[in-house]
């Protein structure tokens, strides 16, 4: 077992020869046995126990084994007392999950506190098992047929070359006992109905069951490289991050994060299945990427599909992805000219009314001069609203907001988040960031000049 063990360590490049490694000891067998063979390999290994007194005297008896273990062993000892049902408490977490990322958190604290270059675990073969069937029974695809990685950042697997038997075999061999966790003995988790239930009934019929699982794991693994190298293709293919620059709002954040080209990805064999991939990390589900899909190949644009916290939306040729625009801007009245503080000090606008002969014509979005004896305060900035029209600088008619932004090839996130500045008569003098209304334009015969800047 030493042997097989020490082939997949290279085969996989788990371990450095000099290298300083954790191992995570329980003092059940699994763990042990890993104790036992890093040791033999002569790596450099401290172990770390956690106590989580859940289990009354039993949890208290695996401590003072592996505490003798290691003393026998010459290997340092770090052990952490944990208050498992409290932190599930306050956390409302259930036991399980909050005695791993307890485990897990200290695990790294203390991995980076020593300089280790890993975590080694002792998941084995009928672990990875346990995982694949779970999760095929729970609904999965390529990455959960994979079930245990041999290496997940620091945390590294170093048995799952190897079963449950070849551990207690190799531990009868070197007459060394383990404790037994007792809720392992029960079927109240449900990898343990997987592990005393399922996993036999599937040996019963065939007894290479485990072994030929696993080996589809293995398989899968090879798999998940292919299809995670053209997910990556048709990333850096499809997807343009950023917004229009020929409608960069001024005003701050449109929440535009990127486009899919709706052209490409259905051209790919499995769209639905690619843009889930694309979409998937904004909290979209596989059953909105095959709606969003349809959509596309319907011909239907302007469809809105929203997760928790981001929405993609349709268009004639893309899918725009972005954060939701909310709607907490409340309207704001300028009844002066001076300085005002937008949205508690993220914007400010400042109004300043000057003599016609300090006028220029910026040519910054941001920076607008108008006629001040044609603008009639008090002003009010609010957000666009259905139905919005105004005159754009240069032209004769009105025009609605919507279809001007339209025109300008802004994105859906831009057109919710675009202010607009009114003023008493309920009149947009300015679509800021982007054009003043041709309706106080400063003329020839301009006498005072209200010059706005929006930083």
């Known amino acids: 077992m030493i042997k097989t063990v020490s082939d997949y360590i290279a085969a996989h490049k788990l371990l450095a020869p000099y290298g300083k490694y954790l191992v995570a000891l329980s003092g059940g067998a699994d763990s042990v046995a890993l104790l036992l063979v890093l040791c033999r390999l002569g790596y450099s290994i401290e172990a770390v126990h956690c106590n989580f007194h859940l289990r009354g005297d039993e949890s208290?008896?695996?401590e003072h084994f592996v505490t003798n273990l290691c003393l026998r062993l010459g290997v340092v000892l770090h052990k952490v007392h944990f208050d498992t049902r409290e932190y599930a408490a306050v956390r409302k977490q259930s036991i399980e999950l909050a005695a791993r990322n307890l485990r897990y958190g200290y695990f790294e604290q203390l991995r980076s506190d020593i300089g280790a270059d890993g975590i080694c675990v002792?998941?084995?073969?009928?672990?990875?098992?346990?995982?694949?069937?779970?999760?095929?029974?729970?609904?999965?695809?390529?990455?959960?047929m994979v079930g245990i990685r041999p290496r997940n950042g620091y945390i590294l697997r170093p048995l799952l070359c190897i079963g449950r038997s070849d551990i207690e075999h190799f531990l009868?061999?070197?007459?060394?006992d383990y404790v037994t966790d007792s809720t392992n003995l029960e079927d109240d988790a449900t990898r343990n109905v997987f592990r005393h239930h399922v996993v036999p009934l599937l040996q019963s019929i065939n007894p290479a069951a485990v072994e030929n699982i696993a080996g589809t794991a293995r398989l899968m693994t090879d798999v998940e490289t292919i299809y995670n190298t053209d997910i990556d293709r048709c990333r850096r293919?499809?997807?343009?991050?950023?917004?229009?620059?020929?409608?960069?709002?001024?005003?701050?954040s449109n929440g535009l994060e990127f486009r899919i080209m709706a052209d490409r990805l259905l051209l790919h064999p499995v769209p639905s299945t690619?843009?889930?991939?694309?979409?998937?990390?904004?909290?979209?589900?596989g059953v909105q990427a095959s709606g969003i899909i349809a959509s596309l190949a319907a011909g239907n644009t302007g469809k809105v599909f929203r997760s928790s916290s981001y929405t993609a939306v349709t268009c004639r040729d893309c899918i725009e992805v972005g954060k939701t625009v909310t709607s907490n801007f409340a309207p704001m009245r300028l009844l002066v000219d001076g300085i005002y503080v937008i949205n508690?000090?993220?914007?400010?606008?400042?109004?300043e009314i000057t003599g016609s002969g300090a006028a220029e014509i910026s040519r910054c979005p941001d920076v607008v001069t108008l006629d001040a004896d044609k603008v009639k305060f008090p002003l009010t900035l609010r957000r666009v609203e259905n139905g919005d029209r105004f005159r754009p600088f240069g032209m004769k008619g009105s025009k609605l907001v919507s279809d001007f932004m339209t025109d300008a090839k802004c994105s859906y996130f831009e057109k919710q988040s675009q202010l607009v500045l009114l003023d008493s008569t309920d009149t947009i003098i300015w679509l800021v960031g982007?054009?003043?209304?041709?309706?106080?334009?400063?003329?020839?015969?301009?006498?005072?000049?209200?010059?706005?800047?929006?930083?």
């Open 274 to 285: 690619v843009l889930y991939e694309l979409i998937s990390p904004y909290g979209f589900s």
């Open 344 to 351: 508690g000090g993220e914007k400010k606008i400042n109004l």
């Open 122 to 144: 002792a998941h084995h073969r009928d672990d990875l098992v346990e995982t694949v069937l779970m999760n095929i029974v729970r609904g999965t695809g390529i990455h959960g």
């Open 60 to 62: 208290d008896r695996d």
């Open 172 to 176: 009868a061999e070197q007459h060394q």
């Open 237 to 252: 293919e499809f997807v343009v991050t950023g917004g229009n620059k020929d409608c960069a709002m001024a005003s701050g």
């Open 434 to 455: 982007r054009r003043t209304s041709d309706v106080c334009k400063v003329q020839a015969d301009t006498k005072n000049i209200l010059k706005i800047y929006f930083s």
